[in-house]
């Protein structure tokens, strides 16, 4: 499996089978779930936190335990995020259109570019 041949339904079944076998859905509320993408996604900063920007940038280009530890920690936040996009029925890749179309009006690339310079 990889980026270039699994669809989100497929992450979203995968997600949803589990959450099922082992009869989480009761857990699994809106509030909980988006509760656990905050606590996951600090679990990744966390990785980070000591770092300067150019050792993160080294050790999450060269060292593959560092690499490992960050893609479970990516893992986790996604699993959450395709539960909750499961319990409140969000289409995840509509939303995620929508999001960047809006971010373009919002950020026109002629004036974005200027940022930072």
Known sequence: MSDQ????????TLMNDFVEERDWSRFHTPKNLAGS?????????????????????????????????????MADVLLYLLSLANAVDIDLSK?????????????????A???GK
């Open 5 to 12: 041949t699994t669809t989100i339904k497929e992450l979203r």
């Open 37 to 73: 993408v905050a606590i996951e996604s600090a679990e990744l900063l966390e990785l980070f936190q000591w770092l300067t920007p150019e050792q993160a940038a080294e050790r999450s280009k060269n060292d593959d335990a560092f690499r490992e530890r960050i893609g479970e920690e």
């Open 95 to 111: 939303a995620t259109y929508d999001k960047v179309e809006k971010n373009k009006r919002k950020y026109p690339k002629d004036i």
């Open 113 to 115: 570019s200027q940022f």
